[in-house]
Each structure stands twice: as C-alpha cells, then as structure tokens.
T-cell receptor
Framework: GQNIDQPTEMTATEGAIVQINCTYQ??????LFWYQQHAGEAPTFLSY??LDGLEEKGRFSSFLSRSKGYSYLLLKELQMKDSASYLC??????????WGAGTKLIIKP | ETGVTQTPRHLVMGMTNKKSLKCEQH?????MYWYKQSAKKPLELMFV?????ENNSVPSRFSPECPNSSHLFLHLHTLQPEDSALYLC??????????????FGPGTRLLVL
C-alpha cells in the first residue's frame, strides 16, 4: 500500500529552527508538496520538490531525497504565526496526491 | 472575490436531511476536487472533475455536481455520524501531469447528528 509518515506533533520556540520530516512509500513518484494549514482555514501551498536537493523560499526550505523516500521542511526564525499543521503530499505514478496526516507545530514564546 | 470559496462554512444536519455544499473557484482553473478531512487522518480524495468525473469509491449518499469549470456542488443525503468532517474543495490548472498545484477553499465543517 501507499503510505506517508510524518510526526503527529512538534513543539519549538519562537526564533528557533525546526525540521519536519516526511517519509513516503508510494507506487511511483511525480513530485512532493508541502502545505501549511492554520486551524479552521484552507491548506495553502508552501513548496514543491521533484528533483533531489534543497529548495529555499525565504524562511522556509524543503529538501528531497528520492532514493531514501524522504523529505523535510525546514522553518527558520520561527514566529508565533507559524503555529499550524504542515501537510506532506506525494504525487504517485497515476498523478494522484497521497497525503500524510499532517504535523501540528506548536510555537512557544 | 478571489481564490476558492466554499459555503456554508459550518453545517449541522440530521441523518435524514438533504443538504448541499457549494464551491466556487475564481482562478480560471480546469480541474476541481472534493476532499474529506477527518481529525488526525490524511486528506481523502472523494471526487475529481476534469472533463469527466472520477469517483474514488465514495458512497452514493455523496453526490457531486459540476455544472461548469468554476462551480462544484456536493449533495448530501442520509449521512451517517461518521461522515462528520471538514469537506474541502480544491482546484488546479490541470490534472493528470505536470507540476500543477492544488488551491484549497476554507472548507465546510459538517456535523451529522
């Protein structure tokens, strides 16, 4: 079966750095997405990786290793507004998105 | 109004009621989706609309309608309490390939009593 694993919850301190990991086992691979979802709001697109390596976008970076079936989202200079759930999703060989259950990130002052 | 909108934002219904959820996208996209999001579970794709409907083995008590590329409905009939969840609508420029990103509406929080 197809599976996306990410931690259920993480806690970090304002101003610090946090890394949210995602591992996947899917039938084929056509890209990996990270979304941010604040409570009661729509998921919003953060990043897309299809080749190995690091993609940097401001305070957020996303890394992919296709051989290891592994990605991480790195958040720097954490702010209170970064408290949200972070969803990892992989597009499989049929171009369907397979979603993880999300990681709830709690930022403390 | 921009992006993807959904109405109502909250809905409480009995198991014998009939209700409809509405989604509208203002992005000029060609594909639309219905997802179910339950607490601590992955997003579940219910339906995809791109020229024709694809059904991901969803029970018949959920009935989708897509009158045009900008509007999407989900008709609900004789639901069960386990159907209580957040129902999300999304759209994308295309479906089936490429790097197209899905854009989501804020969802309808449904409670079935």
């Amino acid at each position: 079966g197809q599976n996306i694993d990410q931690p259920t919850e993480m806690t970090a301190t304002e101003g610090a750095i946090v890394q949210i990991n995602c591992t996947y086992q899917t039938s084929g691979f056509n890209g990996l997405f990270w979304y941010q979802q604040h409570a009661g709001e729509a998921p919003t697109f953060l990043s897309y990786n299809v080749l190995d390596g690091l993609e940097e976008k401001g305070r957020f970076s996303s890394f992919l290793s296709r051989s290891k079936g592994y990605s991480y989202l790195l958040l720097k200079e954490l702010q209170m507004k970064d408290s949200a759930s972070y969803l990892c999703a992989v597009r499989d060989s049929n171009y369907q998105l397979i979603w993880g259950a999300g990681t709830k990130l709690i930022i403390k002052p | 109004e921009t992006g993807v909108t959904q109405t109502p934002r909250h809905l409480v219904m009995g198991m014998t009621n009939k209700k409809s959820l509405k989604c509208e996208q203002h992005l000029g996209h060609n594909a639309m989706y219905w997802y179910k999001q339950s607490a601590k579970k992955p997003l579940e794709l219910m339906f995809v609309f791109k020229e024709q409907t694809e059904n991901n083995s969803v029970p018949s008590r959920f009935s989708p309608e897509c009158p045009n590329s900008s509007h999407l409905f989900l008709h609900l009939h004789t639901l069960q309490p386990e159907d209580s969840a957040l129902y999300l609508c999304a759209s994308s420029q295309d479906y089936g390939g490429g790097t197209e990103t899905q854009y989501f509406g804020p969802g309808t929080r449904l409670l079935v009593l």
